[in-house]
């Protein structure tokens, strides 16, 4: 089971934090996402920790957000920074075994076929 928490309205410029508390998985072999959807958008992912701990970013975020892993506690984070409109979205976290090395780009395709989702958590920037 995953389950976001966070998620809420800001105002551009402001910032967030997002958690993914996980149960039920064998955490440190997994790769986690960060994944958000807009209305009448595509699934697209913004940053990613594979397997191997080596994290990844979507352009439209780099400099802006931070994703990190306790793996003591079985939660993913997502810091995000500079808020803009644009970043208006459902957040979700998404686990798939292996994936050391995975891009941002085949992430969702990846999850989709074989991975585990939360239920999402939305942030509205305004």
């Known amino acids: 089971q995953l389950v976001e928490s966070g998620g809420g309205s800001v105002q551009a410029g402001g910032s967030l934090k997002l958690s993914c508390t996980a149960s039920g998985y064998i955490f440190g072999i997994c790769g986690m996402a960060w994944v958000r959807q807009a209305p009448g958008k595509e699934r697209e992912c913004v940053a990613l920790?594979?397997?191997?701990?080596?994290?990844r970013y979507a352009a439209s975020v780099t400099g802006r957000f931070t994703v990190s892993k306790d793996i003591t506690k079985n939660v993913l984070y997502l810091e995000m920074n500079s808020l803009k409109p644009e970043d208006t979205a459902m957040y979700f976290c998404?686990?798939?075994?292996?994936?050391?090395?995975?891009?941002?780009?085949?992430?969702?395709?990846?999850?989709?076929?074989?991975?585990?989702w939360g239920q999402g958590t939305q942030v509205t920037v305004s």
């Open positions: 920790v594979d397997s191997g701990d080596t994290t």
């Open positions: 998404s686990l798939v075994y292996g994936a050391r090395g995975i891009t941002v780009a085949a992430f969702v395709a990846r999850a989709t076929a074989f991975g585990h």
